[in-house]
């Protein structure tokens, strides 16, 4: 069970926020696959404050499946912070989620995401206005990283920030156990996510940070004790985590990985999806780098890879999946990836 204010799920693992990937499409697919809870790509306050096209795009009507939603939030002055998650939460959203944890270096430098880890007095603004602007009973929750570097100082400004959101009841915390300087380099430190949950005693906290597989997922709930996770990276084109960790957290065998007749099928429910959201050529923009993602669980991935890469339009995009994602073919097993940086060796078929 997780819990995030009067929200109670089944299962603790929830898709997160992920900019340029989890629109409507890739939500429902995660919550078919058995994701209960996902968030929104992050917004910027002060495109939520804008009135008219801009707004509309961002602040689209919640879908029915798609619930509950988390819209997560990011900017730098308190009182737009506050503004945008009251439009959010008149919008229908679920819960509201704080972006203090971006390593982007455009972000940083407009004072964004991970940038406030160092300014704690700003940080611990925020997180008052923000509670304050929204309904009492909606819940507002945090996505932070364990510090700008691996200083003493900055571990101080983490646990000041950490410790104003337990102050007010904010309903969960994500923690990424990598510092803001690391982006995505190197391993996240698991020891960390420890001390936090130990700090929070018995308030909900999150972990994220190499999460590629389920067996990922099961470890770091043991291992640090933490009461839920939100898998990231580790989902993008790979919907079938959620449904693998369901069963690994349950006790169960793993289930076989995907065949290549039942990706090409979720591929194309993808595009389909996309298309219902966006129209037809936003649609094929954004699923071309999804098909690039998809391609590595294909037994022939580095060949599959290749192909979408050079498959510049829609037609070429669907010729792909008529040819890789042959029915009629006799396929290999699929293939898991554990890692973002696991070696892709198939050789194609002849």
């Known amino acids: 069970m997780l819990k995030i204010g009067a929200l109670e799920f089944d299962f603790p693992v929830v898709q997160a926020a992920l900019a340029?990937?989890?629109?409507?499409?890739?939500?429902?697919?995660?919550?078919?696959?058995?994701?209960?809870?996902?968030?929104?790509?992050?917004?910027?306050?002060?495109?939520?404050?804008?009135?008219?096209?801009?707004?509309?795009?961002?602040?689209?009507?919640?879908?029915?499946?798609?619930?509950?939603?988390?819209?997560?939030?990011?900017?730098?002055?308190?009182?737009?912070?506050?503004?945008?998650?009251?439009?959010?939460?008149?919008?229908?959203?679920?819960?509201?989620?704080?972006?203090?944890?971006?390593?982007?270096?455009?972000?940083?430098?407009?004072?964004?995401?991970?940038?406030?880890?160092?300014?704690?007095?700003?940080?611990?603004?925020?997180?008052?206005?923000?509670?304050?602007?929204?309904?009492?009973?909606?819940?507002?929750?945090?996505?932070?990283?364990?510090?700008?570097?691996?200083?003493?100082?900055?571990?101080?400004?983490?646990?000041?920030?950490?410790?104003?959101?337990?102050?007010?009841?904010?309903?969960?915390?994500?923690?990424?156990?990598?510092?803001?300087?690391?982006?995505?380099?190197?391993?996240s430190d698991w020891t960390f996510l420890k001390r936090a949950k130990q700090h929070a005693g018995n308030r909900t906290i999150l972990g994220s940070g190499d999460l590629f597989s389920a067996q990922d997922i099961a470890r770091m709930i043991d291992e640090t004790g933490v009461d839920g996770v939100t898998a990231a990276r580790g989902c993008i084109g790979n919907p079938w985590l959620f449904r693998e960790a369901r069963a690994v957290l349950a006790g169960e065998p793993l289930p076989d990985p995907p065949s290549v007749v039942e990706q090409g099928r979720v591929i194309r429910e993808h595009f389909r999806l996309s298309v219902a959201a966006h129209g037809e050529p936003r649609a094929a923009r954004l699923v071309r780098h999804v098909g690039i993602k998809y391609a590595e669980l294909h037994p022939y991935a580095r060949d599959v890879r290749a192909a979408f890469v050079a498959a510049t339009d829609p037609e070429r995009w669907f010729a792909v999946l008529d040819d890789w994602y042959n029915p009629s073919r006799d396929w290999p097993p699929g293939r898991r990836k554990t890692s973002p940086d696991e070696p892709v060796l198939a050789e194609p078929p002849e």
């Not at 004072?111 to 304050?132: D, K, N």
């Open 20 to 187: 340029g990937y989890s629109d409507v499409a890739m939500r429902l697919l995660a919550r078919r696959m058995g994701a209960p809870y996902a968030l929104h790509e992050v917004v910027l306050d002060k495109l939520v404050v804008m009135p008219g096209k801009t707004r509309n795009k961002l602040v689209a009507p919640v879908h029915l499946e798609d619930r509950p939603l988390g819209a997560q939030l990011m900017g730098a002055e308190p009182a737009e912070f506050a503004r945008a998650a009251s439009i959010l939460a008149e919008s229908g959203y679920d819960v509201i989620d704080i972006n203090f944890g971006c390593p982007v270096r455009k972000v940083l430098g407009r004072r964004r995401g991970g940038y406030l880890l160092s300014t704690p007095s700003i940080a611990t603004e925020i997180l008052h206005a923000v509670r304050s602007a929204v309904p009492a009973d909606l819940p507002v929750t945090l996505k932070m990283r364990r510090g700008m570097d691996d200083s003493a100082d900055s571990e101080r400004d983490f646990f000041r920030i950490f410790d104003a959101a337990l102050a007010l009841n904010l309903d969960a915390i994500t923690v990424h156990p990598r510092t803001v300087r690391q982006h995505y380099a190197g391993p």
